[in-house]
DNA sequence: AAACCTAAGATTGTCGACAATATCTAACGC
DNA sequence: GCGTTAGATATTGTCGACAATCTTAGGTTT
């Protein structure tokens, strides 16, 4: 569904590599469980080879551990472990925000408007997908008008899977939704006013109690 | 030389990846430059299918670049790659700072305090090999001090060998010794009072003093 | 009964061969 | 002469088999 366009799978170890990591966000495969070559060159219908490429670039994404002669793991969620993430988002998440007011354009901070308005339509209307696709979009866009490719692929291709996989397997973000456009509002204010340092500060802020609320899911479950 | 001694080859893919990554770091294996799997397998006497796996590993690294069907290429050195890479490195050293102020144990920042005193006597001897091992090391210490399993694998596993790349093949860093002993001393006595804010602020100012030195270096070229 | 060795089974690591794709070369048509 | 196409060559992707290592089960010894 919300598959981005410009993963398109050319290899057949592209392919098998997109559907693992998605059973694995999705908790399909278990996490924690361990993963057998021989078993998923079954289950996926290619060779081993195959596998052990796709399993290869699952560990680039932090989504499994490997241990020589041993074998390979889906990592185990945690709530330290979902600390450790947010921390590391936070602070790469900042930056981000902070290279977005430097360096986007007038026009996709427009847009970036745009996407808001819309969203307030959405949360005024008391349609609450808006969690899911919506505040993911918000992200990116910031995250890629940050212009700086290093922290694109740090964030895209590696972190936000994982992010993705702790809020499916512990249920959607709740009731946030209306207190995180406020927020959303005022990165984005930030960020039009060319103000660095202030939208820094601001996702910090909203990363922090973004993960507050799915921790204290975490251990009332 | 100074080869991390957890970093011990057990498989033959293992000891292809390290040397490899070393020879790229060193340039041995020119930066920007196409990597063949044919080639490098007759040159490290190994097969294709554990070059492959090295490739792979160092992927991760941000080492090489792939493109399917296509190959593998050594990542180029560029002025705005600098950039980019240090604005990451800021980012994340900066919340290692700010998480080994709260994390360490007081054993630990003694320790951190011994290594700054050993290097200050260097420095008075007029020594200049404390760029290199030095350095290193005190970031490490504050690095593995986050107690961050996320930070640490990113930035030892990751982010560290091209910075080191960058140092090595632009010529290590110069006259700035003894300015950036100070700013040493500072984050540690922000650490050792337990003053996360700062310490994350000092760092990161150092990291930004750090990579004007290197960027002056780079364009005098 | 507990700890230790041993052998069998299962799993990962490595290899060489074949298939699919891309790149280079040269001939052809306009 | 230049662009295009077709074939030849080289490179990467995929496969199945074998080797090396780990794990498990069973028996032996103390």
Redo the contacts with the bound molecule.
């Keep these: 569904m919300t598959e981005n366009p410009a993963e398109q799978a050319i290899?057949?170890?592209d392919k098998t590599f997109y559907q693992l990591r998605r059973d694995i966000v999705e908790g399909v495969v278990a996490a924690g469980s361990?993963?057998?070559?021989?078993d998923l060159a079954g289950r996926y219908n290619?060779?081993?080879?195959?596998i052990?490429?796709a399993i290869s670039r699952l560990e680039s994404c932090h989504l499994i551990e490997?241990k020589?002669?041993?074998?390979?793991k889906v990592v185990g969620l945690s709530e330290q472990g979902l600390t450790e993430l947010y921390q590391v988002r936070e602070s790469l998440e900042g930056m981000a925000a902070r290279l977005a007011a430097i360096n986007m354009t007038d026009e996709e901070i427009e847009k970036l408007q745009d996407l808001l308005s819309s969203h307030f339509k959405t949360v005024k209307t008391g349609e609450t997908y808006y969690q899911e696709a919506g505040d993911v979009d918000f992200h990116y866009r910031i995250i890629l008008g940050s212009k700086n490719q290093h922290l694109i692929n740090l964030l895209v291709n590696g972190l936000y899977h994982l992010i993705r996989m702790y809020r499916v397997q512990l249920g959607m973000a709740g009731p946030r939704v209306t207190t995180a456009f406020d927020e959303h509002k005022h990165i984005v204010q930030a960020i039009a006013n060319r103000d660095a340092e202030l939208a820094e500060m601001l996702m910090r802020r909203h990363i922090q109690y973004t993960q507050r609320n799915l921790a204290s899911k975490l251990t009332s479950n």
Tied chains: 1, 2.
Excluded: P
């Excluded at 290619?46 to 195959?50: D, F, T």
């Design positions: 290899t057949s170890a361990k993963l057998s070559e021989a290619v060779s081993r080879a195959v052990r490429e490997r020589a002669n041993v074998g390979a």
